[in-house]
């Protein structure tokens, strides 16, 4: 994995957030200023948020489209390696399974003979 694309998540996360608040504090001095209206009542904190909120969400979408792409990137990797380490385990542990199926299969002292036997004389008599 190159270093670009090492740590593309945690970039893009700090990139979002970073827009996030820049949003923040844009809104709360539009809104200390008196551009924007505060709120009603006790719900300025609330009310900046949730504006900056629905300010940052369009402006990440575009500004951070590559970003994103490098993330979205890295995480299929992940993932891609992440299913073949499981597949090699899968087919570690079915050898290992077929393995034991085949020394189960081995009749050792002739014990299904006994069995048969023994089911043959327990059998109900009818005179």
């Known amino acids: 994995m190159s270093s670009s694309t090492s740590h593309a998540t945690l970039r893009y996360t700090l990139m979002r957030l970073a827009i996030f608040a820049g949003c923040l504090v844009v809104a709360a001095v539009l809104a200390y200023v008196g551009v924007l209206p505060e709120g009603i009542g006790d719900s300025n ?58 020394s189960d299969a081995v009749d050792v002292g002739g014990a299904g003979d006994r069995d048969r036997d023994r089911t043959a004389d327990e059998a109900p008599r009818t005179a």
């Open 45 to 102: 904190p609330l009310w900046i948020f949730l504006l900056a909120l629905l300010l940052s969400a369009p402006l990440s979408f575009v500004l951070l489209a590559k970003q994103r792409d490098a993330m979205a990137r890295q995480l299929a990797d992940g993932v891609d390696t992440a299913k073949g380490r499981l597949a090699a385990n899968r087919s570690m542990e079915d050898e290992e399974a077929g393995a034991a199926d085949a």
